[in-house]
Every structure is written in C-alpha cells, then in structure tokens.
C-alpha cells in the first residue's frame, strides 16, 4: 500500500524558516517523480515545486522561486521541501504528491505563518 | 508560465444530469493534462490523465476530451458522491498549474 506522510509542519513567524518532510512508502521510491501541493484555508489547489526521479530536474512555483527549495533522499524514501523566509500567503495545506500526474497525496502537513 | 481557466466555476446540477467542465490553458499543452476531484478534507484524487485516460478504478461516467487549449471533464450521469470540487492541471512544463476549481454543488 502506497503511504506518503508528511511532517514538520506548524506556526512559525513571518521571515523565519521550516523543513518539511514527507515519507514515502509501498512502491519504489526512486522510480518515481515527487511534487509538493499546497492549499491555503478555503482555497484553490497550487502546485509548489517538483523533482524527477534522480533530482535531475526540478520546478517551482513563481510564488515560491528563490526562497523554496525541494530536495530528496532516494535511499531514505524521503522527499523534503526547505522554507525560507515565510510569509503569511504561505500558509496552507501542504501536501506530497506521488508521481506526474499525481496519483497519490499525503493527507498534509499544515504550516501557518502568523505573529 | 502557463496559465488555466475553468468554466464554469460553480455549478448547479440534479442526480442523473450530464455535467459537462471547460479548463483551457493560456498556450497549447498538447494532452498533458489532468483532472481531479476534491472533496471538503480530503486530499485531492486523480480521475484522469493525458486529458482522455481513465484512471483505474475510476467509474466510466467520468470522461475526458481535447488537446492543445481547450479540455473538458464530463460526468455523464451524476451521482450523489460526485458532488464536489474538481480541478484541472497542466503537465506540459513547469510550473505544473492548476486550474481554480470548479464546484459541483446539489440543485
């Protein structure tokens, strides 16, 4: 059974930073590309970053371009996403995607960036 | 970047109705396109794929068609568990974009 769980999450203040981590488990980590997913409260879905298999090539959001940065550890079964100088329009849902199309989500790991 | 519409962003419909979701993106994307279904707290759910492709498991009255700009979702006969929020996604080139959603409300 396919298993991505996410943490790290929480409430941090504007301008400082969190790691976020997503586990991945039942298939073959490194066969397949990982995306991170965010939703802010009573919002739309918005595609944050990707990564393909051996990190070859990764995206990102213009929202989030210089200050987010995805990263992962194939033989951790880990995918990670590094958050720099957080501002309150970061606050959401984040979630871990398996995959292009995204076939399997996380249930999310929620960040609230407030003072 | 590469930019989707959905029409219309809310709709109104009665079990046994045919629904019928436009998304278009901003430049052509061929057929890398997929759409979504999101129910209130839960994590979304791929219903299809390269804009025509069934996903498995996926019941037959889901269908999708169109490449290049224009897209569209089509439920041919609604049932009650498919009231919700349905999204689109391009898959053409990064940033992977979403569409803003689509309701599918009761009537």
């Known amino acids: 059974e396919v298993q991505l769980v996410e943490s790290g999450g929480g409430l941090v203040q504007p301008g400082r930073s969190l790691r976020l981590s997503c586990a991945a488990s039942?298939?073959?980590?490194?066969?397949?590309?990982m995306h991170w997913v965010r939703q802010a409260p009573g919002k739309g879905l918005e595609w944050v970053s990707g990564?393909?298999?051996?990190?070859?090539?990764?995206g990102y959001a213009d929202s989030v371009k210089g200050r987010f940065t995805i990263s992962r550890d194939n033989a951790k079964n880990s995918l990670y996403l590094q958050m720099n100088s957080l501002r309150a329009e970061d606050t959401a849902l984040y979630y871990c995607?398996?995959?292009?199309?995204?076939?399997?989500w996380g249930q999310g790991t929620l960040v609230t960036v407030s003072s | 970047d590469i930019q989707l519409t959905q029409s219309p962003s809310f709709l109104s419909a009665s079990v046994g109705d045919r629904v019928t979701i436009t998304c278009r993106a901003s430049?052509?994307?061929?057929?890398?396109l997929a759409w979504y279904q999101q129910k209130p707290g839960k994590a979304p759910k791929l219903l299809i794929y390269?804009?025509?492709t069934l996903q498995s498991g996926v019941p037959s009255r889901f269908s999708g068609s169109g490449s290049g700009t224009e897209f569209t979702l089509t439920i041919s006969s609604l049932q009650p568990e498919d009231f919700a929020t349905y999204y689109c996604q391009q898959l053409n080139s990064y940033p992977f974009t979403f569409g803003p959603g689509t309701k599918v409300d009761i009537k």
């Open positions: 390269a804009a025509s």
């Open positions: 995607v398996q995959g292009v199309p995204g076939d399997y």
């Open positions: 990564i393909s298999w051996n990190s070859g090539s990764i």
């Open positions: 430049q052509g994307i061929s057929s890398y």
């Open positions: 039942g298939f073959t980590f490194d066969d397949y590309a």
